[in-house]
């Protein structure tokens, strides 16, 4: 059974920043695209970032030049860089790992205060 755990969340004033990290673990034979997702109170689920396995990138329009994702394939981890954050971006943020079918991680909750 393959699990994704986040880690990272809390509490920020704006334009601060925070490091999101998603570490896979359990009987992984790859994972193809890793990415973050995040769903505000009353929102839709939202793409925030996505990588694939090669480093190609892509963002939602609402965090271009201000989030950042990378991975670590040899840990089998996906970070998201948050900078510049704002009170728009509070949220709990999930984690999503394609390994043949999508996972998602449990979620950690981001908080900008004004």
């Known amino acids: 059974q393959v699990q994704l755990v986040e880690s990272g969340g809390g509490l920020v004033q704006a334009g601060g920043s925070l490091r999101l990290s998603c570490a896979a673990s359990g009987s992984i034979f790859s994972i193809n695209a890793m990415g973050w997702y995040r769903q505000a109170p009353g929102k839709q689920r939202e793409m925030v970032a996505g990588i694939t396995s090669g480093g190609s990138t892509n963002y939602g329009d609402s965090v271009k030049g201000r989030f950042t994702i990378s991975r670590d394939n040899a840990k089998n981890t996906v970070y998201l860089q948050m900078n510049s954050l704002s009170p728009e971006d509070t949220a709990v943020y999930y984690c999503?790992?394609?390994?043949?079918?999508?996972?998602w991680g449990q979620g950690t909750q981001v908080t900008v205060s004004s």
């Open positions: 999503i790992a394609d390994i043949g079918y999508d996972i």
